[in-house]
């Protein structure tokens, strides 16, 4: 890691879905710089090999099974994660749901059950967190994406859910900058070693990926983990409100436009 180790000594977190993927780095990085960390996900099996892990580098470590669309749910890991570190200081709203399916495809169910865990889940965890976060001054940060920059075929359910989140972000930065708390955002792009990438990335979509994205790679969960740790700390002390994109770039050449003018610079190139 490239911060001191002690960024965020006597600081306590919570990170929703931080038993795995994107989320369980973030959550190690956290207690890698001094960080108490509690996770909670659905599943509990995926709770606590990271719960030893966090707890091998040094901190304080709890693991909570909990649905984040259940606010009752939300209320008792607030509440236990408190109990157990004495604080709260960091909020990360990772847990989210996705599948790749068409818009006419959609059941009603199927497009809420996105909404719900990742916007609304997101903002049950911001209303349980916000009493403890007032207290000495805090920090949320949601992780959201870019699929909404632009009409992303078979994402309508995580592009409205997501564009949600980030709306969330902006006016959840204004109204509790009073508080001392600021309110931001991480949009990742493609993330190797990922549930998302799994899911999203079928066929030759992953090298199709990599050769649109300016710097050739997919990302790493260090790529997600150093941008995090910047947001939750100090360093980012005036900052408030805004999405940090950590895609390589991803998403400035991922419209059709942007294929189109590709093909207009080869042709241009030809004719030269
Ligand atoms: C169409 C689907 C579907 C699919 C589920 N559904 N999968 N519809 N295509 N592939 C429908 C179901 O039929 C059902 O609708 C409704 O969605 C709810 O499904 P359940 O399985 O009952 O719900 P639940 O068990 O709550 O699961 C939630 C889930 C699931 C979101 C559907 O995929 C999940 O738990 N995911 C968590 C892990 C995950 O997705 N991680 C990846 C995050 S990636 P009906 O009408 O039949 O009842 C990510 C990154 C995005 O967020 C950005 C990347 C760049």
């Known amino acids: 890691m490239s911060f001191q180790p002690d960024l965020l000594k006597r600081k306590a977190a919570l990170v929703t ?3 795995t993927g994107i989320c369980r780095g973030l959550s190690l990085a956290l207690a890698a710089h001094g960080c108490d960390v509690a996770i909670t996900s659905r599943r509990a099996e995926h709770l606590e090999p990271t719960r030893r892990e966090l707890e091998a580098l040094g901190v304080r470590a709890l693991a909570v099974a909990g649905d984040v669309r259940d606010p009752a749910a939300v ?3 607030v509440a236990r994660t408190v109990d157990a570190f004495g604080r709260l200081d960091i909020l990360v709203n990772g847990a989210a749901g996705n599948f790749l399916c068409r818009a006419e495809d959609l059941s009603p169910n ?3 059950a996105v909404v719900d865990i990742d916007l ?3 903002f049950h965890m911001c209303r349980a967190a916000l009493p403890h976060l007032k207290k000495q001054g805090g920090v949320v940060l949601n992780i959201s994406a870019t699929l909404h920059y632009f009409g992303t075929a078979a994402q309508l359910h995580v592009s409205a859910a997501k564009a949600g989140v980030d709306a969330l972000t902006r006016v959840l930065a204004v109204e509790w900058g009073e508080y001392g708390i600021r309110v931001n955002g991480i949009a990742p792009g493609p993330i190797a070693d990922t549930e998302g990438v799994r899911r999203l990335l079928v066929g030759p979509a992953k090298d199709r990926v990599v050769e649109m994205t300016p710097l ?4 790493a969960i260090d790529d997600v983990s150093k941008a ?3 947001l939750c700390s100090d360093l980012a002390s005036f900052v ?4 940090l994109v950590v895609d390589g770039g991803l998403w400035l050449t991922s419209s059709r436009m942007a294929e189109a003018w590709d093909a207009a610079v080869a042709a241009a190139k030809n004719q030269a």
Do not use: H, M, N, P
Request: glycine share 30%; proline share 0%.
């Open 240 to 243: 408030s409100g805004v999405t």
């Open 75 to 77: 209320d008792a890991a």
């Open 120 to 122: 609304k889940g997101t």
């Open 216 to 219: 050739r790679r997919l990302g």
């Open 228 to 230: 995090a740790l910047y």
């Open 110 to 112: 199927a497009f809420g």
């Open 17 to 19: 879905g931080g038993g």
